[in-house]
């Protein structure tokens, strides 16, 4: 596309495209923007009227958002350590030649092809229950105090779910990039002298900085809306202990019926979810230049 | 100190023999190529003596010491791959220093011998860049300089050079030739590029499926094949074979004659017609038809005038000519 004339048809005809996608964004962004300054309860239909920003007070102001926003940081953070980290061992050990490669990489991909609510729900019943669950069994069997994960911890163990589902995109995406990395390069190291963990340190990590960095970017925007998890294991509870800002403000406007006030705490979101990516992007948005 | 002895070496990937039974001495401070068609084994080979492959069997000495077990690290060898494979994320002076680093030197005593090295390789504008913005050459210069500053008893080197254009080869080569003569340390360079064999080597090894051909100084070699391989190999254009009744003539089953090696001249035993012919300035490479012998290449001065489809007559130069039995083997004058 270098001449004049092609570019200005291609730019014509992606338009449609760009504009239904436009529209697509704006369209509900904007009403929830509007419905944000309204009163607007569908308890009492007929009442709505514009109030500025005393939605936004209320949300600042309820006792469960601050909880919610260390949350969800937690959560988020939570997720992306265990992840990454687990990422970068898991890939390093799938990259070593063994016996079974093939199925044992299919398996390590599976989790991250089941529903998160399905999920979500063979943990909280088949593993973490504290009567039926495995982990229960297990803590018997040991003669100790079964572990009653979503009471005592529940916060924990809702990072734990999210990270067993997440681990294997990321292992995925390190593993290819780890699969890129020039098997000379390590062998000169070798020859240079490194051990393998200086050479680990030195070029392995180096090399897989970019793809952290894309893993550490598209988790972040999917993890910040985790809901499903929550859900269907701790509803938020016990008290706000597991109450993350999307939580809130479900609860807020499908709970107590409050569409100004979950619009708002939607905006809310939506701005930390800004900020968070503006930061992310400061910090190793470099990584990704080339 | 560098003196590399391997005995009975060999290598078998998978089943598959692909060293089969090296036995090879090189010398303290010679410079020693290893030629040979493609997948002949010499990366193989050199990989073998760097300690990045394990041996099927045999021994490896270096130093007199045996090393066939010592992990690659310990061999006291350096390398320089064909990609160079430096580090992409380390600056220039990194890269350099990053052997010194792994043996724990001394910060000062580092930067002191990475400052030297840049400035045998003309490196040190560069020290501060990435090995992304350099050219070819410079790269290959910072691999050379990674593997001096180690001062290793002996320098691998596999295929360094291919990987540049022409021009740049013939100016690199020179400079590994000279780091040879100032450093005086064991060098062992594979390439296929026959040119780079024979101008910089002291002995060279010419290998096939595996196996040695022959050992010798470049102009053995040339003078003195041991069989039609390394006759064919060594020398370029490729010397002529003649089979049938003119090979017969001369109590061989092969005939091998150089084409520097076939005169013009009008009374010349072997008749035949000019085929094409590339004019390279210098020389003049003709094709001619021999009857009864078949195709020969022809090397003639820079200003022969013959023209496709010419009548010519040929006389080989006496005591020029090769003579080889049935198994390929050559027979002694
Ligand atoms: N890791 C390996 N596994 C199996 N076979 C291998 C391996 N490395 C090399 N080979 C085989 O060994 C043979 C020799 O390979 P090698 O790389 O030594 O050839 P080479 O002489 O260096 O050729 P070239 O001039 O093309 O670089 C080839 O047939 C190759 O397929
Ligand atoms: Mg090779």
Same mark, same amino acid.
């Given at each position: 596309?270098?001449?004049?004339?092609?570019?200005?048809?291609?730019?014509?005809?992606?338009?449609?495209?760009?504009?239904?996608?436009?529209?697509?964004?704006?369209?509900?962004?904007?009403?929830?923007?509007?419905?944000?300054?309204?009163?607007?309860?569908?308890?009492?239909?007929?009442?709505?009227?514009?109030?500025?920003?005393?939605?936004?007070?209320?949300?600042?102001?309820?006792? =469960?958002?601050?909880?919610?926003?260390?949350?969800?940081?937690?959560?988020?953070?939570?997720?992306?350590?265990?992840?990454?980290?687990?990422?970068?061992?898991?890939?390093?050990?799938?990259?070593?030649?063994?016996?079974?490669?093939?199925?044992?990489?299919?398996?390590?991909?599976?989790?991250?092809?089941?529903?998160?609510?399905?999920?979500?729900?063979?943990?909280?019943?088949?593993?973490?229950?504290?009567?039926?669950?495995?982990?229960?069994?297990?803590?018997?069997?040991?003669?100790?105090?079964?572990?009653?994960?979503?009471?005592?911890?529940?916060?924990?163990?809702?990072?734990?779910?999210?990270?067993?589902?997440?681990?294997?995109?990321?292992?995925?995406?390190?593993?290819?990039?780890?699969?890129?990395?020039?098997?000379?390069?390590?062998?000169?190291?070798?020859?240079?002298?490194?051990?393998?963990?200086?050479?680990?340190?030195?070029?392995?990590?180096?090399?897989?900085?970019?793809?952290?960095?894309?893993?550490?970017?598209?988790?972040?925007?999917?993890?910040?809306?985790?809901?499903?998890?929550?859900?269907?294991?701790?509803?938020?509870?016990?008290?706000?202990?597991?109450?993350?800002?999307?939580?809130?403000?479900?609860?807020?406007?499908?709970?107590?019926?409050?569409?100004?006030?979950?619009? =708002?705490?939607?905006?809310?979101?939506?701005?930390?979810?800004?900020?968070?990516?503006?930061?992310?992007?400061?910090?190793?948005?470099?990584?990704?230049?080339? | 100190?560098?003196?590399?002895?391997?005995?009975?070496?060999?290598?078998?990937?998978?089943? *598959?023999?692909?060293?089969?039974?090296? %036995?090879?001495?090189?010398?303290?401070?010679?410079?020693?190529?290893?030629?040979?068609? !493609?997948?002949?084994?010499?990366?193989?080979?050199?990989?073998?003596?760097?300690?990045?492959?394990?041996?099927?069997?045999?021994?490896?000495?270096?130093?007199?010491?045996?090393?066939?077990?010592?992990?690659?690290?310990?061999?006291?060898?350096?390398?320089?791959?064909?990609?160079?494979?430096?580090?992409?994320?380390?600056?220039?002076?990194?890269?350099?220093?990053?052997?010194?680093?792994?043996?724990?030197?001394?910060?000062?005593?580092?930067?002191?011998?990475?400052?030297?090295?840049?400035?045998?390789?003309?490196?040190?504008?560069?020290?501060?860049?990435?090995? !992304?913005?350099?050219?070819?050459?410079?790269?290959?210069?910072?691999? *050379?300089?990674?593997?001096?500053?180690?001062?290793?008893?002996?320098?691998?080197?596999?295929?360094?050079?291919?990987?540049?254009?022409?021009?740049?080869?013939?100016?690199?080569?020179?400079?590994? !030739?000279?780091?040879?003569?100032?450093?005086?340390?064991?060098?062992?360079?594979?390439?296929?590029?026959?040119?780079?064999?024979?101008?910089?080597?002291?002995?060279?090894?010419?290998?096939?499926?595996?196996? *040695?051909?022959?050992?010798?100084?470049?102009?053995?070699?040339?003078?003195?094949?041991?069989?039609?391989?390394?006759?064919?190999?060594?020398?370029?254009?490729?010397?002529?074979?003649?089979?049938?009744?003119?090979?017969?003539?001369?109590?061989?089953?092969?005939?091998?004659?150089?084409?520097?090696?076939? %005169?013009?001249?009008? %009374?010349?035993?072997?008749?035949?017609?000019?085929?094409?012919?590339?004019?390279?300035?210098?020389?003049?490479?003709?094709?001619?038809?021999?009857?009864? *012998?078949?195709?020969?290449?022809?090397?003639?001065?820079?200003?022969?005038?013959?023209?496709?489809?010419?009548?010519?007559?040929?006389?080989?130069?006496?005591?020029?000519?090769?003579?080889?039995?049935?198994?390929?083997?050559?027979?002694?004058?």
């Amino acid at each position: 596309m270098a001449t004049q004339a092609s570019r200005t048809a291609s730019r014509l005809m992606l338009s449609p495209a760009v504009v239904l996608l436009f529209l697509w964004m704006i369209v509900p962004l904007g009403m929830t923007v509007y419905f944000s300054f309204l009163r607007f309860n569908l308890l009492m239909p007929g009442t709505e009227e514009f109030t500025g920003f005393e939605n936004y007070l209320y949300f600042f102001t309820d006792p =469960a958002f601050w909880p919610a926003l260390v949350n969800t940081l937690t959560l988020v953070l939570g997720v992306l350590v265990i992840t990454v980290l687990g990422g970068v061992g898991l890939a390093v050990l799938l990259d070593q030649p063994m016996w079974g490669q093939g199925i044992v990489r299919i398996l390590v991909i599976a989790p991250f092809l089941v529903m998160p609510s399905v999920s979500a729900l063979v943990w909280k019943n088949m593993l973490m229950n504290p009567v039926n669950g495995l982990f229960a069994a297990a803590a018997r069997g040991l003669g100790l105090e079964p572990f009653d994960f979503f009471a005592e911890a529940p916060l924990a163990s809702i990072i734990t779910i999210v990270a067993w589902q997440w681990l294997p995109f990321a292992t995925l995406i390190l593993l290819t990039a780890l699969q890129s990395l020039d098997r000379e390069q390590m062998e000169a190291a070798e020859m240079d002298g490194a051990g393998p963990f200086w050479r680990f340190l030195h070029l392995t990590v180096p090399h897989l900085m970019r793809a952290i960095t894309v893993v550490v970017l598209i988790q972040t925007i999917f993890l910040l809306s985790v809901f499903a998890e929550i859900l269907v294991t701790t509803n938020g509870g016990p008290g706000t202990a597991s109450t993350t800002l999307t939580f809130l403000v479900y609860m807020q406007s499908m709970l107590q019926f409050d569409v100004g006030l979950g619009s =708002a705490g939607g905006i809310v979101a939506v701005i930390l979810a800004n900020i968070v990516a503006i930061f992310l992007m400061r910090m190793i948005g470099k990584n990704l230049e080339t | 100190m560098g003196e590399i002895v391997l005995s009975q070496v060999k290598k078998s990937f998978g089943g *598959i023999s692909i060293i089969q039974g090296i %036995d090879l001495t090189i010398e303290d401070g010679e410079f020693v190529v290893f030629v040979g068609p !493609s997948g002949c084994g010499k990366s193989t080979l050199l990989r073998l003596i760097a300690g990045l492959e394990d041996t099927s069997s045999g021994t490896i000495a270096i130093d007199g010491r045996d090393a066939t077990r010592l992990p690659p690290a310990r061999r006291g060898l350096a390398m320089v791959f064909q990609s160079y494979a430096l580090y992409p994320h380390m600056t220039v002076g990194k890269n350099i220093a990053f052997p010194l680093r792994m043996a724990g030197m001394p910060k000062e005593e580092q930067e002191r011998k990475v400052e030297a090295a840049a400035k045998v390789l003309n490196l040190t504008p560069y020290l501060d860049r990435r090995p !992304s913005q350099l050219s070819g050459g410079q790269r290959q210069r910072v691999a *050379i300089g990674r593997a001096i500053v180690r001062e290793p008893s002996a320098f691998l080197f596999d295929e360094p050079l291919s990987n540049l254009d022409a021009a740049l080869r013939v100016s690199m080569r020179q400079e590994i !030739s000279e780091l040879h003569q100032s450093l005086k340390t064991t060098m062992v360079y594979v390439t296929h590029d026959q040119v780079e064999a024979m101008t910089m080597a002291d002995k060279i090894v010419v290998l096939n499926a595996g196996r *040695i051909e022959q050992v010798g100084s470049p102009l053995e070699l040339y003078k003195t094949p041991a069989n039609l391989f390394v006759a064919g190999f060594i020398g370029s254009p490729k010397m002529n074979f003649i089979e049938g009744a003119e090979a017969a003539k001369h109590a061989a089953h092969t005939l091998g004659v150089r084409p520097e090696h076939v %005169d013009i001249a009008a %009374d010349g035993p072997w008749k035949g017609v000019v085929g094409i012919s590339e004019h390279l300035g210098s020389d003049t490479f003709l094709k001619v038809q021999v009857e009864g *012998i078949g195709p020969l290449t022809v090397r003639a001065g820079g200003e022969v005038r013959l023209r496709h489809g010419d009548p010519v007559s040929l006389a080989p130069q006496t005591g020029k000519l090769h003579r080889f039995d049935a198994a390929g083997k050559t027979i002694a004058a």
